[in-house]
């Protein structure tokens, strides 16, 4: 799926492969899988344990919940909005993250990331390179 489709309503484990160029992916829910997007595509409202890898290139993703997991991120992708156990890894190049709660697990933030209101138990790791970490409380591990 290429050059600025839309996609709405997704549930119960649907497929979605290489995306790029401007996709807008709504109301994902139950166990969907999206591999490789790219250059700002849009998703919102992730829910209970959604996969998502391989996102670069200013991709926006907002309210994930329950369990999704994301893997490779790179060059000024935004996160908003995550809760419940998801799970962040290899963040580089300028990423931002916002109001993460409840047991979220973040790995290898490079270069420059932002993490804003973490609380609940959220664990970082290998923090280097003018990273950025605010309003950090109850119960934080931090490892360098």
Do not use: D, K, P
């Not at 996102?55 to 490779?72: F, K, V, Y």
């Not at 809760?83 to 409840?102: A, F, S």
């Amino acid at each position: 799926v290429s050059n600025r489709n839309e996609i709405q309503a997704l549930s119960n484990g649907n497929g979605i492969q290489a995306l790029c160029n401007g996709n807008v992916i709504q109301a994902l829910s139950n166990g969907n899988e999206i591999q490789a997007l790219c250059n700002g595509n849009v998703i919102q409202a992730l829910s209970n344990g959604n996969e998502i890898q391989t996102l670069c290139n200013g991709n926006e993703i907002q309210t994930l919940r329950h369990g999704n997991e994301i893997q490779a991120l790179c060059n000024g992708n935004e996160i908003q909005a995550l809760r419940n156990g998801n799970g962040i890894q290899t963040l580089c190049n300028g990423n931002e993250i916002q109001t993460l709660t409840h047991g979220n697990g973040i790995q290898a933030l490079c270069n420059g990331n932002g993490v804003q209101a973490l609380c609940n138990g959220n664990e970082i790791q290998a923090l280097c390179n003018g990273n950025e970490i605010q309003t950090l409380v109850m119960g934080m591990g931090s490892r360098h």
